[in-house]
């Protein structure tokens, strides 16, 4: 085990926090998945549901956390509902994985 000295204090190099809003494992891969689209792009809900592999429910359930946030928008028309990213979730899936490689370091 590394002596304290060794350890980084909190202060002005500490990494930024990660944003919990997104660094739940299942909104992580709606973020990362919504990122992957150009901006100004969509995806329909059943197609990324397919693609992650989640249930409607759960992702209906991570989908409105990340609209609370302002970081992923939905649209319906018709039966249709498509999803993508916002200005300020693309920024925030950004700073997220900013933070992350911050806190990871490099060797």
Do not use: W
């Amino acid at each position: 085990m590394a002596a304290d000295s060794e350890v980084p204090a909190a202060g002005a190099d500490a990494p930024a926090a990660l944003d919990p809003v997104i660094h739940a494992p299942a909104r992580l891969r709606i973020m990362a998945s919504l990122a992957g689209l150009a901006d100004g792009d969509t995806i329909k809900f059943p197609r990324l549901q397919k693609v992650l592999g989640m249930t409607g429910g759960n992702l209906i359930t991570h989908i409105r956390k990340l609209e609370g946030a302002g970081y992923v928008r939905s649209e319906k028309a018709g039966r249709t509902t498509t999803l993508s990213l916002t200005d300020s979730g693309r920024a925030a899936f950004h700073a997220y994985r900013q933070s992350l490689r911050d806190l990871l370091g490099s060797d």
